[in-house]
T-cell receptor, first 113, second 113 residues
Framework: DVKVTQSSRYLVKRTGEKVFLECVQD?????MFWYRQDPGLGLRLIYF???????EKGDIPEGYSVSREKKERFSLILESASTNQTSMYLC????????????FGSGTQLSVL | GESVGLHLPTLSVQEGDNSIINCAYS??????FIWYKQESGKGPQFIID?????DKRQGQRVTVLLNKTVKHLSLQIAATQPGDSAVYFC????????????FGAGTILRVKS
């Protein structure tokens, strides 16, 4: 089975802190994604990457950046966390060609105080 | 059915009954649709998908129906079980790439024993 692992299940940070959310997948997938999930709003795409060192903005990239130095790892960075970034963050990966199915991690619930 | 907003629609069904979860999608040009299930504390899991050249697709205990005329998607679950309790998301896509997936807000399914 595909495994997408997010390093933290819960995180509590203070306003202005730099926050790193880590995601690792074990299936050699080319495409990786970061979504945030808020009640009543579904999943919204923040950033995605289709290859090492490549990144593309999603629908809500403001306040975030990403890093993809290795194929299996995709990091989401909050340069200066704000309270409106309190949310559930979901990482996903997808294999190019063939299946279009996204495989999700279990999520990181981030609270910014 | 699904809607964008602060309140998730909730469907309560008796164990053993059939469930129908509805989704109105937004883009008539969307050519690929997916249903995901998200259990408490977990990331979304793929259930079933359908392309726009089909109007029905069946899986194990699940059926997806697509009505392009009214931009409506539904997920039918036969003989609903307590383990089916979750939030269900539909997603639409214009291309065969996960970055184009647009998720609905979700529907809560509660199964009463």
């Amino acid at each position: 089975d595909v495994k997408v692992t997010q390093s933290s299940r819960y995180l509590v940070k203070r306003t202005g802190e730099k926050v790193f959310l880590e995601c690792v997948q074990d299936m050699d997938h080319e495409n990786m994604f970061w979504y945030r999930q808020d009640p009543g709003l579904g999943l919204r795409l923040i950033y995605f990457s289709y290859d090492v060192k490549m990144k593309e903005k999603g629908d809500i990239p403001e306040g975030y950046s990403v890093s993809r130095e290795k194929k299996e790892r995709f990091s989401l960075i909050l340069e200066s966390a704000s309270t409106n970034q309190t949310s559930m963050y979901l990482c996903a990966s997808l294999t190019r060609g063939g299946s279009e199915k996204l495989f999700f991690g279990s999520g990181t619930q981030l609270s910014v105080l | 059915g699904e809607s964008v907003g602060l309140h998730l629609p909730t469907l309560s069904v008796q164990e053993g009954d059939n469930s129908i979860i509805n989704c109105a999608y937004s883009n008539s040009a969307s050519d690929y649709f997916i249903w995901y299930k998200q259990e408490s504390g977990k990331g979304p899991q793929f259930i079933i998908d359908i392309r726009s050249n089909m109007d029905k697709r069946q899986g194990q205990r699940v059926t997806v129906l697509l009505n392009k005329t009214v931009k409506h998607l539904s997920l039918q679950i036969a003989a609903t079980q307590p383990g089916d309790s979750a939030v269900y998301f539909c997603a639409e896509s214009l291309m065969e790439y996960g970055n184009k997936l647009v998720f609905g807000a979700g529907t809560i399914l509660r199964v009463k024993s």
